[in-house]
């Protein structure tokens, strides 16, 4: 494996990576002071769009940590960059399935949010959205389901913040967004585009607010089908941390590797120590 070095900025995953569920991963408060005391820039990207940038900084705030909110990039806050860029907000009705990490981007970008469809029998027209965007969502309904459902069908766009079917939390894997796009596209044979990683938007933006290049960048993730092919297609360096999804036995069944494994973030600070 390449050796550890020409690191000018990171790009580090959260769930899996620095925490399960509210529960931080050993070496949290160091790894975070290593980065610090470098000097090194990085950014915090999760496919996660459930929080806003302001209550991932609380949490984080909760768990010891300080950081600022051009530090953060979700899922929710690159799909509505993207979406900014390829469709007049002004102009553009979106229904979201999602929480306010989903919504709000949107609603800072200028896009018109629209709501569930009472589905009360008093045959009340339907107007469609123009795109659908679907996020990790709690509050998950079928009501939800069945108004993105008519949307798609009158011809709006499928969106998918992230397509993670699954998600580490300190229960086990739970649920992931993945799983309700894959009922979406069932009731409309609709295949999402997907803006979170393993695509390479969010990286690509990740490196802009950033100012680094792909060679001297580097991302920190714990599952292989997002995280680190994510990077294999944006050409940067990774780091697979084993506290997450992804495990060394999953390595032989796919035709792509991160560039080292860890077992975890200290290892991580162990190294950038003495680097």
């Known amino acids: 494996m390449d050796s550890l070095t020409n690191i000018k900025a990171l790009i580090i995953d959260m769930d899996g990576v620095l925490w399960h569920g509210n529960q931080a991963l050993p070496g949290l408060a160091e790894f975070f002071q290593t980065i610090r005391d470098k000097q090194l820039p990085f950014i915090l990207a999760t496919n996660n769009a459930r929080l806003t940038s302001d209550e991932y900084i609380e949490k984080l705030k909760n768990l010891g940590i300080s950081v600022s909110s051009n530090e953060i990039l979700t899922s929710g806050m690159a799909t509505a960059f993207y979406l900014a860029q390829h469709y007049n907000p002004v102009s553009t009705k979106v229904f979201v399935i999602g929480e306010n990490g989903a919504r709000q981007p949107l609603i800072d970008q200028g896009f018109t949010l629209t709501e569930t469809y ?16 679907c996020g990790l969502d709690k509050n998950l309904s079928w009501e939800k389901l069945s108004t993105a459902t008519m949307d798609i069908r ?16 300190e229960f086990g894997l739970v649920l992931g967004n993945g799983a309700v796009l894959a009922a979406l596209t069932a ?8 803006i979170g990683k393993p695509e390479p938007i969010m990286y690509q933006q990740a490196m802009t607010i950033l100012g680094s290049k792909p060679s001297e960048t580097i991302a920190i ?13 944006t050409n940067i360096r990774s780091i697979m941390v084993l506290t997450g999804v992804s495990s060394k036995q999953d390595l032989p069944h796919i035709d792509y590797k991160p560039t080292w494994i860890m077992s975890d973030i200290r290892d991580i600070t162990h190294i950038l120590k003495n680097n």
């Open 187 to 194: 009731a409309t044979n609709t295949k999402p585009t997907i």
């Open 118 to 133: 009472p589905f009360t029998g008093n045959n009340k027209p339907h107007e469609p959205a123009d795109l659908i965007v």
């Open 221 to 233: 993730g714990d599952r292989l089908d997002t995280d680190i092919l994510g990077a294999v297609r």
């Open 154 to 169: 009158a011809g709006a766009k499928l969106i998918g913040t992230n397509g993670d079917t699954t998600l580490p939390s």
